[in-house]
Antibody, heavy 126, light 108 residues
Framework: QVQLQQSGPRLVKPSQTLSLTCAIS??????????WTWLRQSPSRGLEWLGR?????????DYAVSVKSRITINSDTSKNQFSLHLTSVTPEDTAVYYC????????????????WGQGTLVTVSS | DIQMTQSPSSLSASVGDRVTITCRAS??????LNWYQQKPGEAPKVLIY???TLQSGVPSRFSGSRSGTDFTLTISSLQPEDFATYYC??????????FGQGTKVEIK
């Protein structure tokens, strides 16, 4: 059974960097049958996909255009975890942040998000 | 980005009712459509992927279908544990994946 455990600060000051970590159990961050994803949810934006990292002989990243200049997602194979870093945050970045595994059936090209982490409410405020 | 339009935004239903939620994609996404259930204070959980494939462990009263760019989630007989918010999500081609606005199913 795959489980994702999120950790990180819940309060971040404006202009600083939001950093969250997602620890994986039951799967490997280096698996070639999934990608490791960050999303967020807020009343104003709904559910928003932010980006992902995945390994296919080398590491790849995909990022949402809306945050592309500010986001980095990276992996730590020694700890079997992946992290989100979002720079220059503003109050608009206040949201519940989720990590998730993005599973693929390669033959069909089908992706879906399962499981999700427990969620972290991050508030951007001075 | 592909836009997903979900309807209704909320509905009231009774235990035992048949409930239908619709999601329309702004372009052809074939069957690359997933449905999630979210309860208050919890993360979303996948119910159906690839438009109609039931995730392991999900009750058979949940089903999904596709007609062109329109997708439907049906709960054949609503149970007390089904009161929640439901989201569709497209995973066509390459990211960004996008979600519908959600449908809140409430007790009548």
């Amino acid at each position: 059974q795959v489980q994702l455990q999120q950790s990180g600060p819940r309060l971040v000051k404006p202009s600083q960097t939001l950093s969250l970590t997602c620890a994986i159990s039951g799967d490997s961050v280096s698996t070639t049958t999934a990608a490791w994803t960050w999303l967020r949810q807020s009343p104003s934006r709904g559910l928003e996909w932010l980006g992902r990292t995945y390994y296919r002989s080398k590491w790849y990243n995909d990022y949402a255009v809306s945050v592309k200049s500010r986001i980095t997602i990276n992996s730590d194979t020694s700890k079997n975890q992946f992290s989100l870093h979002l720079t220059s945050v503003t109050p608009e970045d206040t949201a519940v942040y989720y990590c998730a595994r993005d599973l693929i059936i390669a033959v069909a090209g089908t992706w879906w998000l399962d499981p999700w982490g427990q969620g972290t409410l991050v508030t951007v405020s001075s | 980005d592909i836009q997903m339009t979900q309807s209704p935004s909320s509905l009231s239903a009774s235990v035992g009712d048949r409930v239908t939620i619709t999601c329309r994609a702004s372009q052809n996404i074939h069957s690359f459509l997933n449905w999630y259930q979210q309860k208050p204070g919890e993360a979303p959980k996948v119910l159906i992927y690839a438009a109609s494939t039931l995730q392991s462990g999900v009750p058979s009263r949940f089903s999904g279908s596709r007609s062109g760019t329109d997708f439907t989630l049906t709960i054949s007989s609503l149970q007390p544990e089904d009161f929640a918010t439901y989201y569709c999500q497209q995973s066509y081609n390459t990211p960004p994946w996008t979600f519908g606005q959600g449908t809140k199913v409430e007790i009548k």
